[in-house]
T-cell receptor
Framework: GQQLNQSPQSMFIQEGEDVSMNCTSSSIFNTWLWYKQDPGEGPVLLIALYKAGELTSNGRLTAQFGITRKDSFLNISASIPSDVGIYFCAGIDSGYALNFGKGTSLLVTP | GAVVSQHPSRVICKSGTSVKIECRSLDFQATTMFWYRQFPKKSLMLMATSNEGSKATYEQGVEKDKFLINHASLTLSTLTVTSAHPEDSSFYIC????????????FGPGTRLTVL
């Protein structure tokens, strides 16, 4: 598999601010996923995207599957302290394995 | 739905011993299970892909005789770290996929292995 390019690597924001992170790859993926991982826990699926151009929301989270199928972004609106964690993008390849980004570490101050 | 469990959650063992980690899909049948390894502050690294009833497919650089994978049923896969050494200490996470038409993968809570 390949390692996806995920940015930013880390973010330090104040509660109430909006957050945006993105992922790019050199390969086309048919599915993009966004996960959140808390320390010492496994990743939890936040949003799954199946079609190029698809825009999907889950509460304060919004994610889009890029038209080129080589990128995706995740937005978090009105951040709260419990949004703290590491966010990973992942693309599913033809072998159904996940190719992960390096993660975006999010810190939210009250 | 789509709950994946792992056992144990953490294990400490002596160098040279073998450790078995179980991954179970609790409310769905998993055609495929995946095993990942994660180092501190790093992303997940795929170790192997496990399909029920067949041999696991290992990623390049992962020793199949060192990391034995058995996917005996549609709800259980096991990873055995044989003759563990301190460098095998890591966070091991499994994930499960329900079927080929459903691309979402659900992760277990992970197993923290410490080899003394």
């Amino acid at each position: 598999g390949q390692q996806l390019n995920q940015s930013p690597q880390s973010m330090f924001i104040q509660e109430g601010e909006d957050v945006s992170m993105n992922c790019t790859s050199s390969s086309i993926f048919n599915t993009w996923l966004w996960y959140k991982q808390d320390p010492g826990e496994g990743p939890v699926l936040l949003i799954a995207l199946y079609k190029a151009g698809e825009l999907t929301s889950n509460g304060r989270l919004t994610a889009q599957f890029g038209i080129t199928r080589k990128d995706s972004f995740l937005n978090i609106s009105a951040s709260i302290p419990s949004d703290v964690g590491i966010y990973f993008c992942a693309g599913i390849d033809s072998g159904y394995a996940l190719n992960f980004g390096k993660g975006t570490s999010l810190l939210v101050t009250p | 739905g789509a709950v994946v469990s792992q056992h144990p959650s953490r294990v400490i063992c002596k160098s040279g011993t073998s450790v078995k980690i179980e991954c179970r899909s609790l409310d769905f049948q998993a055609t495929t299970m995946f095993w990942y390894r994660q180092f501190p502050k790093k992303s997940l690294m795929l170790m192997a892909t496990s399909n029920e009833g067949s041999k696991a497919t290992y990623e390049q650089g992962v020793e199949k005789d060192k990391f034995l994978i058995n996917h005996a049923s549609l709800t259980l896969s096991t990873l055995t770290v044989t003759s563990a050494h301190p460098e095998d200490s890591s966070f091991y996470i499994c994930s499960a996929r329900a079927s080929r038409s459903y691309n979402e993968q659900f992760f277990g809570p992970g197993t923290r292995l410490t080899v003394l």
